[in-house]
Nanobody, 115 residues
Framework: QVQLVESGGDLVQPGGSLRLSCAAS????????IAWFRQAPGKEREGLSC???????YYADFVKDRFTVSRDKAKNTVTLQMNNLNTEDTAVYYC?????????WGPGTQVNASS
């Protein structure tokens, strides 16, 4: 079974933090670049961050001061630490694994930043 599953989404107050995890199984996780995306109702899907097989990272400008991505190869997980959340961060968050012409998507986890 090839699978990516996100977890950690929750309801948080503005200014709060969440840690999202992407757990991989059924494929050679270490060979895949893992990226985080989000999509809010009425908005286009946004790329947030990615981490390569050699641990190079990239962040979209609008999250780079608040979000941090990391990966634990031994546990087949990638983490997105999100700090200082605001209402604009409310969305479904997805992880994606890519290599060559193949990609896998998780089902998403809901983040709600509101009072």
């Amino acid at each position: 079974q090839v699978q990516l599953v996100e977890s950690g989404g929750d309801l948080v107050q503005p200014g709060g933090s969440l840690r999202l995890s992407c757990a991989a199984s059924g494929f050679d996780f270490e060979k895949y670049t893992i990226a985080w995306f989000r999509q809010a109702p009425g908005k286009e899907r946004e790329g947030l961050s990615c981490i390569s097989t050699d641990l190079k990272t990239y962040y979209a400008d609008f999250v780079k001061d608040r979000f941090t991505v990391s990966r634990d190869k031994a546990k087949n997980t990638v983490t997105l630490q999100m700090n200082n959340l605001n209402t604009e961060d409310t969305a479904v968050y997805y992880c994606r694994g890519t290599i060559s012409t193949s990609d896998f998507w998780g089902p998403g986890t809901q983040v709600n930043a509101s009072s």
